[in-house]
T-cell receptor, first 113, second 113 residues
Framework: DVKVTQSSRYLVKRTGEKVFLECVQD?????MFWYRQDPGLGLRLIYF???????EKGDIPEGYSVSREKKERFSLILESASTNQTSMYLC????????????FGEGSRLTVL | KQEVTQIPAALSVPEGENLVLNCSFT??????LQWFRQDPGKGLTSLLL?????REQTSGRLNASLDKSSGRSTLYIAASQPGDSATYLC????????????FGKGTLLTVNP
């Protein structure tokens, strides 16, 4: 079975802290994504990566960075967390080589105080 | 710019009823369309993926159809059960750059026992 694993389900951080959200997929997919989901705004793309060390900005990259050192792992970094980054963060990977199907992790609920 | 709309935003039905969820999109030049289910506080679970060349896909009690010319997809759920209660989202992949997925904001389905 396809598996996308997000290391932290719930995090509480303070304003100004550096936050790492980790995502690992076991499907050898090249494409991985980070979204945030907020009530009334739906899913918004933060960053995506189409290969190791390759990344592209999505619709709302401000305040975020990403790292993809290995194919299976895609990390989202909040350099200095702010309260407006309180959200549900969703990682996904895509079977682009075959069907284009998108698979999501369980999500990471981040609260910034 | 692709826009995806899901109406209604919420739907409540009695157990056993057959129901249809709607997804409309503005640009018919799509690569595929995917339906997801999301339980509260969780990630998205892929239900069905329809390629642009297909008209429908079926999985168990679920059937998804695609009509590109009218910009519509429907998700049919047969013999609904309380366990089907969740938010259902559709996502349109417009192809080209492989990150161009546009999500609807979802329909919150409640199936009452």
């Amino acid at each position: 079975d396809v598996k996308v694993t997000q290391s932290s389900r719930y995090l509480v951080k303070r304003t100004g802290e550096k936050v790492f959200l980790e995502c690992v997929q076991d499907m050898d997919h090249e494409n991985m994504f980070w979204y945030r989901q907020d009530p009334g705004l739906g899913l918004r793309l933060i960053y995506f990566s189409y290969d190791v060390k390759m990344k592209e900005k999505g619709d709302i990259p401000e305040g975020y960075s990403v790292s993809r050192e290995k194919k299976e792992r895609f990390s989202l970094i909040l350099e200095s967390a702010s309260t407006n980054q309180t959200s549900m963060y969703l990682c996904a990977s895509m079977d682009f080589a075959n069907t284009g199907e998108l698979f999501f992790g369980e999500g990471s609920r981040l609260t910034v105080l | 710019k692709q826009e995806v709309t899901q109406i209604p935003a919420a739907l409540s039905v009695p157990e056993g009823e057959n129901l249809v969820l709607n997804c409309s999109f503005t640009d018919s030049a799509i690569y595929n369309l995917q339906w997801f289910r999301q339980d509260p506080g969780k990630g998205l679970t892929s239900l069905l993926l329809i390629q642009s060349s297909q008209r429908e896909q079926t999985s168990g009690r679920l059937n998804a159809s695609l009509d590109k010319s009218s910009g519509r997809s429907t998700l049919y759920i047969a013999a609904s059960q309380p366990g089907d209660s969740a938010t259902y989202l559709c996502a349109v992949n417009s192809g080209g750059s492989n990150y161009k997925l546009t999500f609807g904001k979802g329909t919150l389905l409640t199936v009452n026992p």
